[in-house]
């Protein structure tokens, strides 16, 4: 007999012979063909003449439906394939309900545990972390595709943690959250490089504020901080004209891009369900249950963790929670044409502005080899507008040439911008720290809010934290 069974994904294992209308759960299939095909002889598909094999980046049973994003094994998102499983999908949503409905149980997720809003590196962070203790998380994402937000639309940089005040919630995830991503990246293969950075002065009289970022970075834990004449940074960037400079050896860059799909992967494999263009739009909460609106349906959750980036306040005014207001604050970046790629080496930061706004106008190496210049600190109405209005190149010449002289007005470009999410308007000049709390009114609801730089350094400490308290409510 001519048979053609098509497995779906790893974390939800469903054999079904399609054609033949006929479905069969299968557990634990794993990525390989052979274990997929000894599970299809256990449950009595023999003879099969072909089997495909396609990674879901998210396959939920939920009020009766079936989300999805394909991948194909190769990782080709062909049309091809992509149609053929949003054929099959709805087939095995009837089907797989028949086989719930007749006994079969996979998960419970009448009441989720705990629900994740936003898929950026802190939600995701979170999804990876709290899927490795419990069971049924979901994280629901506004935007067709993870990192839409501040996530891919940033330096890369890994922080060491020099700038925060001691004590702080910036100080310690960027300190804690700086060594974790390292470990992971090392041992999930994510790109990345411990480039080193300078901090560079205009002059001798700046030396005081290079010396009191020191004794902050030192408070701070940092490790290696150092304090470089002339001679010494001429030999780590011969084109950087500073008398003085704080040597961080162990900030580093990271390729973002990887590291959320790693991110992402490492929870679904863990049994989380990542539901993208789902978008949060209401809340209905009491003592004893949580409903959550989407476009698409409701849920109900016993743990809520609100790490929705820019829109961080107004998910929190959805649970009545209305103290943080986030105004958004465009950072612009140049990129220095390709040709011109060798004027850095390292990450080269001037001393961070007195106004608070962002570390300053600096140099950044991707892996990739791209200079980047920025990113300026621009204080917007919208929290879509990363276009409008962009700075001219000249104004990033101004604050490049100042560190790295040779450099041409001509050898820069307009690049990309993202928002940040700042919790202090403009003309406030203190110190605003991460919000990561508990609801005051309601427990089982998690925020993170206000998570600006250095949220990416600081996503998986930021994680384990929030995790613990999530299974702490959750009495696991
Ligand atoms: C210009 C710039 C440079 C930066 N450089 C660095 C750096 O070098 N190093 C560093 O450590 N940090 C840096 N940061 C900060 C870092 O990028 C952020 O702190 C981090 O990306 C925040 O991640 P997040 O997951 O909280 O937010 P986001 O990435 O914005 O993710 C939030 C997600 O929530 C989704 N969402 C919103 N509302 C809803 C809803 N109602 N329902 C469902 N989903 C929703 C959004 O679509 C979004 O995808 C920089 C930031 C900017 C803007």
């Known amino acids: 007999m001519h048979r053609h069974v098509i497995a779906l994904s790893y974390q939800h294992p469903v054999a079904i012979e399609y054609g033949a209308g006929i479905i069969s759960p299968l557990f634990d299939i794993g990525r390989e063909g052979r274990t997929a095909e000894a599970h299809a002889h256990l449950f009595g598909y023999g003879g099969i003449e072909r089997f495909?094999?396609?990674?879901?980046?998210?396959?939920?049973?939920?009020?009766?439906?079936?989300?999805?994003?394909?991948?194909?094994?190769?990782?080709?998102?062909?049309?091809?394939?992509?149609?053929?499983?949003?054929?099959?999908?709805?087939?095995?949503?009837?089907?797989?309900?028949?086989?719930?409905?007749?006994?079969f149980t996979m998960n419970n997720t009448e009441t989720i545990n705990a629900v994740i809003i936003g898929g950026g590196v802190v939600g995701l962070a979170i999804a990876a972390e709290l899927s490795r203790h419990t069971e049924d998380v979901f994280l629901i994402e506004a935007m067709p595709r993870l990192g839409a937000g501040a996530s891919t639309r940033n330096s890369g940089v890994i922080h060491a943690g020099i700038y925060y005040p001691t004590g702080s919630l910036k100080a310690f995830h960027s300190v804690r959250g700086a060594r974790m991503l390292f470990e992971f990246c090392q041992h999930h293969r994510v790109p990345h490089h411990r480039v080193g950075k300078l901090i560079v002065i205009d002059s001798v009289d700046e030396i005081d504020a290079l010396h009191s970022l020191k004794r902050r970075g030192d408070e701070n834990g940092v490790e290696g901080l150092e304090i470089i004449e002339r001679d010494s940074i001429q030999k780590l960037e011969p084109h950087v004209a500073s008398p003085f400079a704080l040597w961080s050896p162990n900030t580093g860059i990271v390729e973002v891009e990887e590291l959320l799909k790693t991110l992402a992967r490492t929870a679904t494999e863990q049994g989380a369900h990542i539901l993208t263009d789902t978008r949060l739009i209401g809340v209905e909460i009491n003592d004893r249950t949580t409903r959550l609106r989407t476009e698409r349906e409701e849920f109900s959750a016993r743990i809520v963790i609100n790490a929705a980036g820019l829109y961080s306040d107004d998910v929190a005014r959805m649970f009545g929670y209305d103290r943080h207001t986030i105004y958004p604050c465009r950072g612009e970046y140049a990129e220095v044409v390709r040709s011109r790629s060798d004027i850095v080496h390292h990450l080269v930061y001037p001393l961070p502005p007195a106004s608070g706004h962002g570390t300053g106008v600096h140099f950044t190496k991707t892996l990739a080899g791209v200079v980047l210049v920025g990113p300026n600190a621009r204080y917007v109405e919208r929290k879509d507008d990363y276009e409008q209005d962009r700075a001219p190149l000249d104004s990033f010449f101004e604050s490049a040439s100042r560190i790295i002289p040779s450099l041409r007005r001509e050898d820069l470009r307009l690049s990309y911008s993202g928002l940040r999410a700042r919790l202090l308007p403009e003309h406030d000049h203190s110190f605003a720290d991460f919000v990561i709390a508990h609801d005051p009114r309601w427990p089982t609801v998690i925020h993170a809010i206000g998570i600006e730089s250095p949220g990416l350094t600081s996503a998986l400490s930021i994680a384990e934290s929030v995790s613990e308290m999530a299974r702490s409510a959750l009495g696991h």
């Open 52 to 103: 495909e094999y396609f990674e879901f980046y998210g396959i939920g049973f939920h009020s009766r439906r079936v989300y999805h994003t394909v991948k194909s094994k190769e990782g080709a998102q062909s049309c091809e394939a992509q149609n053929l499983m949003a054929r099959i999908c709805s087939d095995v949503l009837e089907k797989t309900w028949l086989a719930f409905e007749q006994g």
